[in-house]
């Protein structure tokens, strides 16, 4: 342990994790990550973007899921996050080109003409620019050292993509898919006799040969009527039951007879039906490599980021910062 990290731990084992000047609290130590440290202050600025994304989000019980299960891990993160900066920079990793060219295009990509247009857009956001090329160094530092030490390594051999494609033929049978279009007549505030009569009226011009779709728009009583009866495509399972066992063995341009719901009746017609299949290996290689990839990477990273957690001097002072 050098000079720096023994003076920093000291202070905080005799000061309660806090360091004191003229007898005021200047701040709270939550963690020691080598010669830098983990305030309180930075872990409740983490936990409160946590917040703020789910919210965006999630709602309700989910929410709720979402957050216990994310909020023990912010420390472990954070300390994780620092690691890898200080390893990025440790092997002087530049990246300054990298962050420019990464602004430029964000200024392109949403038409912002100067850095002070930039300013202002992020002030909005409540965020500065220094702020937010600080944020956009880091990300970008830990997606280098990531790549120099995991990704680079990587290396997918064609025999495993081909075996996986054998091994796991459900992955990549694609399901029946249905495109229906449907005509929807509401029972409500019509006597029997009136909707009776409509229906017979639509059934009579569809078998006088008459554009489904132009009846769809002219009859039908539902949101499909806007795009004259375009219901969109279903693959299997994702149907009402009384609908699948309606549609299941028509062929394409077939219609079905009225379908009973609650509130109305259906009619549907199927504009195309596609087989379930078994995609070809080409189809399929992409997806295989990049499962591959993604397994390797993963099983790489906590492989790296054990060793460089062992190799290192961590401290936690305060396990529970959000009861401090």
């Keep these: 342990m050098n000079k720096i990290r023994k003076i920093i731990v000291s202070v905080l084992i005799f000061s309660g ?15 020691v990550v080598n010669d830098e440290v983990i305030t309180l202050s930075q872990y409740k600025a983490k936990h409160e973007e946590l917040l703020q994304s789910l919210r965006a989000q999630l709602q309700g019980e989910e929410f709720r899921k979402q957050y216990e299960s994310l909020r023990k891990d912010i420390l472990e993160s954070m300390i994780m996050e620092g690691l890898l900066l200080q390893e990025a920079k440790k092997q002087g990793i530049n990246v300054n080109e990298q962050v420019n060219m990464a602004i430029q295009k964000i200024k392109e990509d949403n038409n912002i003409q100067t850095d002070e247009d930039l300013r202002r857009a992020l002030a909005q956001q409540g965020m500065d620019l220094e702020s937010f090329r600080k944020r956009m160094e880091e990300d970008i530092l830990k997606q280098n050292i990531i790549f120099s030490e995991v990704g680079r390594s990587i290396v997918i051999d064609d ?29 409500e505030g019509k006597s029997e006799e ?5 229906k017979k009226e639509i059934d009579e011009k569809i078998a006088a040969g008459e554009d489904f779709a132009s009846l769809a728009g002219e009859y039908s009583e539902g949101p499909e009527k806007e795009s004259q009866g375009d219901l969109g495509s279903f693959k299997e399972g994702e149907l009402a039951e009384n609908l699948r066992k309606a549609v299941e063995d028509l062929k394409e341009g077939e219609t079905t007879s009225w379908i009973e719901i ?5 009619l549907l017609k199927m504009r195309e ?3 379930s299949h078994l995609q070809t290996f080409e189809e399929a290689r992409k997806t295989i490599e990049e499962k591959l990839y993604q397994e390797q990477q993963d099983k ?19 396990p529970n910062p959000l009861d401090f």
């Design 194 to 198: 009136e909707f009776l009569a409509k």
């Design 159 to 187: 025999t495993d993509v081909v075996n996986y494609y054998k091994q796991h033929p459900d992955e990549f049978t694609v399901p029946l898919e249905y495109t229906l279009s449907a005509i929807y007549l509401s029972t």
């Design 17 to 31: 994790a806090t360091f004191l000047f003229t007898q005021e609290i200047v701040e709270a130590i939550v963690a």
């Design 273 to 275: 039906r596609k087989e």
């Design 300 to 318: 790489k990273y906590k492989e790296f980021m054990t060793k460089l957690r062992e190799r290192s001097f961590v401290k936690i002072l305060i």
């Design 262 to 266: 609650s509130n109305g009746w259906y």
